[in-house]
């Protein structure tokens, strides 16, 4: 017998003790839980509309902004050709028709420098361009903004926007949580009742958020990399309303089964009971484990855990509440279709592979090559498998059994720091190259696998991640990626497309920095300095500054202000800035908040954060 059933049996004398009011009582008590019970039932059922709601805006959104850049890439592109067909003409003019008109704009020049340095002690610098602030601007400025982390545990906390965000995905989930329940003790199953619901209410959610392959990359453009910090902190929210499940149930104890001589041994030992308290212990130690601080020290351990104890308390969760079955199923189907049909057996592939120390001797590189397969529209919407190629910046997970038995059902995710193959120019051929620095576990034990040979059979699962940032640079007059150390995984490929991709119509009007921060010198190694002098004669401008091993720590915000007014000379206040970072916690915040301020002063500009590290 259920516990809801084992209330509604019980004698008045055993609920309240024996009274001639007991029975009123007991009647109205019972209504009004049979009411809560039954409007909990269909109310939850709009969570997931209001959820699908949101979904949809952000889709609309996304979609909006795929039409706005691809305007402001034929824009670019208009006016490239526009400039290169008045250069032409003007080739063809005589040489005192040239005369004049460079007479004419010297003279400008030197007008114009005359005012401007009348102005420089108000305005600055005479060469810097000046900038005109908007609302929608310093709206962005705010959106973007990052605050300093917490004051003892010095947890890095996300941009203003992923907080805001965050902040009404919580709020809508307080809502369903406690819209029209009473707090009195007697109505304590209802409140039980909807947290329980609530969580089961997630479950999909969650699972959908962390799985590899999901539509919502589709729908929002963001990757699961990108959704990740949802995934973390609704698994959080979860995990809270698990306690406060737990806590309201003790109340019911308290209330109906303590006055009739039923222990709190009776109760907890009780079938129902005692299977909520396993899947709450199950999801508490995952939620544990899940700390960034214990996936930095054990992350072999988090990532075997995660997969036994998620899966024990699906099967528990299933066993304990009736009206979770539904959502259990749902999301179990979500964890099958992308572990086994996708992961395993469509985007998984055996790579024979070269690992090299490179010569800071605590970084491998390995190397990977292959005939590209051909592509098809179905493999496209199907998230291709890396036998097809993949897109600059994109990661796959390393499976490397050779490395013994512990490193069976292990994967390990990489950004793939080689230029992606590009079809458009007829590549028939794919190079793969992960920079992987050694730290414990895996990549330990790979360092010391190349340290004795070079060939290593491994599996690629991939590719995995989203265009977004490469989208955004691409529309963008003025582009600036920042790399910290082995985030020049990222920067590179980007970087790559950026300067390659336009061979037939070049958008000259398109400027494109670098800063690398390393570590070491040797570390420019992983790039070669052959690859960034053939960027720099494509037009790249490098920024490298000395290596921190002897310098310390640069000043990020300077060289992004100072790098971005060299790149925007000519441009003046309309032209739009995207900036790409990648590297450690510290320098993305700096480097972040420095284009915060630029926004707020009036620069059209907008940076993302492609984050290293799970």
């Not at 919502?216 to 990757?223: D, E, F, I, N």
């Not at 490469?470 to 950026?498: E, F, H, K, T």
Request: proline share 5%; aromatic share 10%; charged share 20%.
């Amino acid at each position: 017998m259920s516990l809801r059933a084992r209330i509604f049996a019980l004698e008045p004398d055993h609920e309240y003790g024996v009274t001639d009011e007991v029975g009123d009582k007991r009647h109205e008590v019972l209504q009004r839980l049979s009411a809560g019970i039954s409007f909990t039932s269909w109310f939850i059922l709009t969570y997931q509309i209001a959820v699908l709601g949101v979904l949809l805006v952000f889709t609309a959104w996304h979609y909006y902004d795929i039409l706005s850049r691809t305007r402001r890439v034929q824009h670019l592109r208009h006016s490239t050709s526009k400039a290169d067909g008045a250069s032409g003409t003007a080739s063809e003019t005589n040489h005192d028709q040239l005369t004049s008109v460079h007479r004419h704009e010297n003279a400008r020049q030197q007008k114009e420098h005359v005012n401007t340095s009348e102005r420089s002690s108000l305005l600055g610098s005479p060469d810097a361009p000046q900038y005109k602030p908007t609302t929608s601007l310093r709206l962005r400025s705010l959106l973007m903004y990052q605050p300093p982390s917490t004051p003892i545990t010095s947890r890095p906390l996300p941009e203003n926007a992923t907080s805001l965000l965050i902040a009404c995905l919580l709020g809508l989930n307080a809502f369903y949580a406690a819209y029209n329940v009473s707090w009195t003790l007697p109505l304590m199953f209802v409140w039980s009742d909807r947290t329980a619901l609530c969580f089961a209410a997630n479950l999909p959610w969650l699972y959908l958020l962390s799985a590899k392959n999901q539509p919502l990359r589709l729908l929002t453009g963001y990757s699961y990399e990108h959704l990740n910090i949802l995934h973390r902190r609704l698994g959080a929210w979860m995990c809270f309303l698990a306690l406060l499940h737990t806590g309201s149930m003790l109340a019911v104890w308290y209330y109906f089964f303590l006055p009739s001589g039923r222990s709190l041994a009776w109760f907890l030992t009780e079938k129902t009971v005692l299977l909520g308290l396993i899947t709450l212990a199950c999801y508490q130690i995952l939620y544990l484990t899940s700390l960034a601080s214990f996936r930095r020290r054990w992350y072999e351990l988090f990532l075997g855990m995660h997969i036994v104890l998620q899966a024990a308390a699906l099967v528990f969760l299933y066993l304990h509440h009736r009206g979770s079955r539904l959502y259990v199923g749902v999301t179990l189907t979500i964890f099958l279709v992308d572990r086994l049909v996708f992961r395993l057996l469509l985007k998984s592939r055996p790579v024979d592979a070269e690992v090299r120390v490179m010569d800071d001797g605590s970084t491998v590189m390995l190397s990977a090559d292959w005939p590209l397969s051909k592509a098809s529209k179905v493999s496209d919407l199907l998230h291709p498998d890396i036998n097809g190629g993949w897109e600059p910046a994109q990661h796959v997970f390393v499976t490397a059994p050779a490395l013994g038995r512990g490193h069976i059902l292990q994967a390990h995710p990489f950004t793939i720091a080689s230029a992606a193959p590009s079809r458009r120019s007829g590549s028939q051929h794919a190079w793969l190259n992960l920079i992987i620095r050694a730290q414990d576990g895996f990549t330990q034990d790979l360092l010391r696998h190349a340290q004795l040979t070079s060939s290593l059979k491994v599996r690629l699962d991939g590719p995995y991640g989203s265009s977004h940032a490469l989208d955004m640079l691409r529309s963008s007059n003025v582009c600036l990626l920042i790399a910290g150390g082995s985030g020049i995984a990222v920067a590179y490929p980007m970087l790559w497309a950026l300067l390659h991709e336009d061979d037939d119509t070049p958008i000259s009007r398109r400027q494109v920095g670098l800063i690398w921060i390393t570590h070491e010198s040797s570390h420019l190694d992983w790039i070669g300095h052959e690859r960034l002098d053939e960027m720099k004669q494509l037009g790249l401008h490098i920024l490298l500054p000395p290596p921190t091993a002897k310098a310390g720590r640069p000043d990020v915000a300077r060289l992004v202000t100072e790098l971005l007014d060299e790149l925007s000379q000519g441009s003046g206040w309309s032209a739009k800035t995207g900036v790409v970072v990648s590297g450690p916690d510290g320098m993305n915040r700096a480097a972040r908040n420095e284009c915060s301020r630029l926004a707020w002063d009036g620069r059209d500009i907008n940076v993302l954060v492609e984050k290293f590290g799970w």
